[in-house]
T-cell receptor, first 113, second 113 residues
Framework: NAGVTQTPKFRVLKTGQSMTLLCAQD?????MYWYRQDPGMGLRLIHY???????AKGEVPDGYNVSRLKKQNFLLGLESAAPSQTSVYFC????????????FGSGTRLTVV | DQQVKQNSPSLSVQEGRISILNCDYT??????FLWYKKYPAEGPTFLIS?????DKNEDGRFTVFLNKSAKHLSLHIVPSQPGDSAVYFC????????????FGKGTKLSVIP
């Protein structure tokens, strides 16, 4: 049971390049989330999804797009990377909106130069 | 406006002593609280939780206390071990139907051998 898998684990981008981060979960969870973690800022929600085919904006959505075409996958896209998007990105999933918590992936460390 | 606050960015404790991590919240709709532990280069992992109908929950060396009137919760680790050195995030859920957890910014615990 892999849980939540994020690919890639590390990436260096040049300003203006695009990329997609992939999150896959094998727990049949309904909800999925993308967070970024920056020093002193904690975990900030970028986008989330409450089911296949749905997406919604979180606290810091600008510069990012997401898609949830399949229940098990949640993709985070950067169309034109900026140095301000240098961060560690975490994907998480949750069974439903009850009292269960999140299961997190191991993170993607992205550097934009 | 931060609804979940962890006012101590860092805490150092001697091995074998008690570690107390604090968390305050402002939203009276929060009814379920969780603590996550995060090691460097890994995703956060669930540690312990507490429902608002309880004032204490214990799991081995970890105990979470909830004071609803003060809107305050704390995580006690006894005895502290070097392997407990990590960043601890407090998180809150505002009832069934709530899509997301609200996280604090984290407290970095260092347990000194």
């Amino acid at each position: 049971n892999a849980g939540v898998t994020q690919t890639p684990k590390f990436r260096v981008l040049k300003t203006g390049q695009s990329m997609t981060l992939l999150c896959a979960q094998d727990m049949n969870h309904e909800y999925m989330y993308w967070y970024r973690q920056d020093p002193g800022m904690g975990l900030r929600l970028i986008h989330y999804s409450v089911g296949e085919g749905t997406t919604a904006k979180g606290e810091v959505p600008d510069g990012y797009n997401v898609s949830r075409l399949k229940k098990q996958n949640f993709l985070l896209g950067l169309e034109s990377a900026a140095p301000s998007q240098t961060s560690v990105y975490f994907c998480a999933s949750r069974r439903d909106s009850g009292t269960g918590g999140y299961t997190f992936g191991s993170g993607t460390r992205l550097t934009v130069v | 406006d931060q609804q979940v606050k962890q006012n101590s960015p860092s805490l150092s404790v001697q091995e074998g002593r008690i570690s107390i991590l604090n968390c305050d919240y402002t939203n009276s709709m929060f009814d379920y609280f969780l603590w996550y532990k995060k090691y460097p280069a890994e995703g956060p992992t669930f540690l312990i939780s507490i429902s608002s109908i309880k004032d204490k929950n214990e799991d081995g060396r970890f105990t979470v206390f909830l004071n609803k009137s003060a809107k305050h919760l704390s995580l006690h680790i006894v005895p502290s071990q070097p392997g407990d050195s990590a960043v601890y995030f407090c998180a809150a859920n505002s009832g069934a139907g709530s899509y997301q957890l609200t996280f604090g910014k984290g407290t970095k615990l260092s347990v000194i051998p």
